[in-house]
């Protein structure tokens, strides 16, 4: 069996690789959107806590 | 031993201990998503009437029993949730919830690509097919009704109303080819054993392993961002290592 046989899967290859291709992306873009997520949260967290402290450190000024 | 579970089912706990498991999850589905993916195509031999086609079977099956079993650990995470008030448990459903859909999208898609050359159709309204667009619209329902709500803890609740409303279709979806003269084919996979080929038993149950443990770690890491964002005004968000950099 070579691969461009391996590939067009007995003419099946569209919906078989378009079965694959369509959920491999898909989780793909899941992982990344969900690692993203994570740091946006963790950004707008940290300027959060840097607003706080400026607004602490000001009233301790007064 | 005694363990005390309590103790994770506070966010505080959950964050460090989810932040520890994720790798453990995350790696064996890499792998056995590879040995899956090598037995589905150079292992499993051509399906005598279905041809090469059958092989989207190792993507459409998992994702199909998973787009389920998600739905109802979701619901029953967010009936927790609901009935003994606890924040982690609705936590958990919303962190599913995305995911969920995404399985029930990939089997709707699959299903589409392998109905066409086998049924001459991409869709039919057909008993199975149906349930499962309706799992599909479920999801997005709770995703929005979360979305929708600004007070998460009212969000939780509302949420978990619908999710355990809609948990009535999971069965409908399961034994839809046995109660409906549908078009979609029945189990081949039962208790009383099996007519499949055991190479390709094999690449199904390795892709559901794989794909299994890919919900879990994708449940996980986004958790902790729910965590994160519900508890940012605690002392222990605070203190972390990740925030204080």
């Known amino acids: 069996m070579n691969w461009t046989e391996f590939f ?23 992982i990344i959107l969900v690692r993203h997520k994570r740091k946006l949260t963790l950004q707008q967290l940290r300027l959060k806590f840097v607003a706080e402290n400026q607004m602490r450190d000001a009233e301790n000024m007064e | 031993m005694a363990i005390n579970w309590f103790k994770y089912s506070a966010p505080s706990t959950f964050y460090v201990l989810a932040g520890k498991l994720i790798p453990w999850f995350a790696w064996p589905a890499a792998i056995l998503f590879f040995v899956g993916m090598y037995i589905g195509f150079f292992v499993a031999p051509t399906d005598a009437v279905q041809s090469e086609a059958y092989r989207i079977i190792f993507i459409h099956v998992p994702a199909s029993i998973l787009s389920m079993i998600i739905y109802l650990v979701m619901a029953g995470y967010a009936a927790l949730g609901l009935v003994f008030n606890t924040r982690l448990s609705s936590m958990m459903a919303t962190a599913l919830a995305p995911t969920g859909a995404l399985f029930a999208f990939i089997s709707l898609w699959t299903g589409a690509l392998w109905g066409k050359p086998m049924w001459g159709a991409w869709w039919v309204w057909d008993a199975r097919l149906t349930s499962e667009l309706i799992l599909l619209f479920l999801y997005l329902g709770f995703i929005a009704l979360q979305a929708s709500i600004e007070d998460p803890r009212r969000a939780d609740r509302a949420g978990a109303l619908l999710a355990i409303v809609g948990s009535v279709n999971v069965p409908i979806i399961y034994f839809s080819v046995q109660w409906w003269n549908t078009l979609h084919q029945g189990s081949t996979i039962k208790l009383s054993g099996t007519s499949m080929h055991i190479a390709m038993q094999q690449a199904m149950f390795t892709m559901l392993a794989a794909m299994w443990l890919y919900v879990i770690t994708v449940a996980l890491m986004r958790v902790r961002s729910i965590i994160l964002e519900r508890e940012r005004n605690t002392q222990w968000v605070a203190d972390l290592a990740e925030v204080k950099q």
């Not at chain 1, 067009?8 to 899941?30: C, F, H």
């Open chain 1, 8 to 30: 067009a899967m007995k003419g099946y290859g569209l919906y078989v690789w378009g079965s694959y291709g369509a959920a491999l992306l898909v989780l793909v873009i899941e």
